[in-house]
């Protein structure tokens, strides 16, 4: 059974850190594309960032490149989003999502066949 569980999320003031990490069981995910998404309330699901860790491919939305760093431990097979510099408007749900077909890292949210359960990431003013 494939599972995806995310970790690390919290309640941290504007300009901290926080390491979001995303444990897989139930298949290796190297050649996999892994992608970060967000929920925000009123707001539609967003890409954040993705990796496909056989090649080292990573790839950031506008507004969180130079702020989040996505890396991936193949033999924890664990994926991280390491999240520098937070603002208010990073607060959302995070998720992890593995799309199991493609072989280029993108954000395209149906496309994405597995995903975890989230978690809450808040970013006080």
Not at 44 to 60: F, H, L, P, Q
Request: proline share 2%; hydrophobic share 30%; with cysteine.
């Amino acid at each position: 059974e494939v599972q995806l569980v995310e970790s690390g999320g919290g309640l941290v003031q504007a300009g901290g850190s926080l390491r979001l990490s995303c444990a897989a069981s139930g298949f290796t995910f190297d050649d996999y594309v892994i992608g970060w998404f967000r929920l925000a309330p009123g707001k539609e699901r967003e890409g954040v960032s993705c990796t496909i860790s056989s090649d080292g491919t990573t790839y950031y939305a506008d507004s969180v490149r130079g702020r989040f760093t996505i890396s991936s431990d193949n033999a924890k097979n664990t994926v991280y989003l390491q999240m520098n510099s937070l603002k208010p408007e990073d607060t959302a749900v995070y998720y992890c999502a593995v799309d199991s077909f493609k072989s280029s890292c993108h954000f395209g949210v149906p496309e994405y066949d597995y995903w975890g359960q989230g978690t809450q990431v808040t970013v006080s003013s």
